[in-house]
């Protein structure tokens, strides 16, 4: 994380001056002073990320200052230099919060090495702030032993070792991400941060900062300077998750960012250069976005330098018992049940299933036999909702007394997949009163992905269950 604004406290003229100097050669902003009272008064206008503050000040110490600037909400990083150098004021100055210590005279290239460790420290305290923020991601490695998988893992450990830009598509639920994180697992850049930016979940307005960062007062609410995600994930990965989502005036400022390498935060004029390697996924189609100008071409060129297809679930079906036995695992140690293996009946009727919701349908399937069935030794087929000559359905519980399983939702298992899919996303709507962010949850996709199924549906010309989701949905929050 670049370090911008920095703060020369020292009283002695020539020493401050060519401080002074030298740092805006390196083009950062610099601000000065010779009290402990003026700098307090700068800190008091802006913001800034770093403070050199000489030990004796006309005013006082200046480990005042070091001890007041770590009560701050945005501490800046303090280097303190001192003429009278000891052991003890070094020790005092590194306990009170310095992050390093210079002895005068010191030359320019040594301030420059301190300089580069306090930016690196920088990204670190920031990508750890942020990643403290993401939800804790439970699976990391790609399960299964098909001949599918198999070449996905060899692909992988080829694209791996470069730095060209990945595109990842596949249908929803086949595990997009846990794709990109083995690129990076594997890649050079596993000591760098890896940071995702889910592109369908962000509001349209914001995604321009997420990516870029901002100023402080770029918009209202803008209170104080936010470095973007790009930013966050210099010399390390960006996984841009759900890209076919961004509007057309972002995907123009993408395109430069990955053909310069460099950006400028949103109310901000100075460049910003970035080293992060792009990974970026979507469950559309990117052609078929770019042919309905949804998608501009030149950065759909850009995205697929080398594309890898996330394989459905159906299409690898010898994977399905390591995955449901997994599941079932992972779930039953999550909640506590006391479940530990899965019948034949059951298993059969896993495998017969075509899942249209991929992994993550079969992953939330076993997950709900956990927790509604999780006090018996097996789960069995009824648990599941549906018997080995049935397709699994939505399934409803019953929470009268005399309730033992669930009724599944009735399903034609000759219809195309296309039509198998449409008639689980509108029996699902269904379910949730038409409220279309409740049934995007359900689905396990973003509401932006559902609004665009239901368009789709709409343009192929299903036009009455369309109709009679959007009358109703009408009335709606959604």
Known sequence: MPIEKIIVLEDDLIVRKNLEQQLRRKRYEVASAETIAAAQELLSKDTFDLI???????????????????????????????????????????????FDYLIKPFSFDQ????????????QLLKVNRFLSQEE??????LLGRSPAMERLRRLIRKVAKTEATVLVQGESGTGKELIARAIYRQSSRNNGPFIRVNCAAVPENLIESEFFGHEKGAFTGALSKREGRFELAH???ILLD???????????????VLQERELERVGGSRTIKVDARVIATTNRRLEECVERNEFRQDLFFRLNVV??????????????????????????RKHGARTRSISVDCMSGLLSHSWPGNVRELQNIIERGVILY????????????????????????????????TTPAETNVTLPLHEIEKRHILSVLEQCGNNRTHAAKNLGISIRTLRNKLNEYKNNGSLEDIQRVDADASALDE
């Open 374 to 405: 999780g006090d018996e030794d097996v789960l069995d087929a009824d648990s599941l909702g549906f018997t080995p000559s049935q397709s699994i359905g939505a399934v409803h519980v019953d929470n009268t007394p005399n309730a033992r399983r």
């Open 307 to 332: 594309p890898i297809y996330a394989p459905a679930l159906r299409d690898r079906p010898e994977d399905i018992e390591t995955l449901a036995n997994h599941f079932l695992h992972r779930f039953a």
């Open 242 to 256: 759900e890209i076919s989502e961004i509007s057309p005036s972002v995907q123009a400022k993408l395109l430069r």
């Open 52 to 98: 050199l503050i000489d030990v004796r000040l006309p005013d006082g110490e200046g480990t005042e200052l070091l001890q007041q600037v770590q009560l701050r909400p945005q501490r800046p990083l303090v280097i303190m230099m001192t003429g009278f150098a000891s052991i003890e004021s070094a020790v005092e100055c590194m306990r009170n919060g310095a």
């Open 235 to 237: 010399n390390g990965t």
């Open 136 to 141: 804790e991601e439970v699976a990391t490695e």
């Open 111 to 122: 301030l420059e090495v301190v300089l580069k460790k306090a930016e690196n420290y920088n």
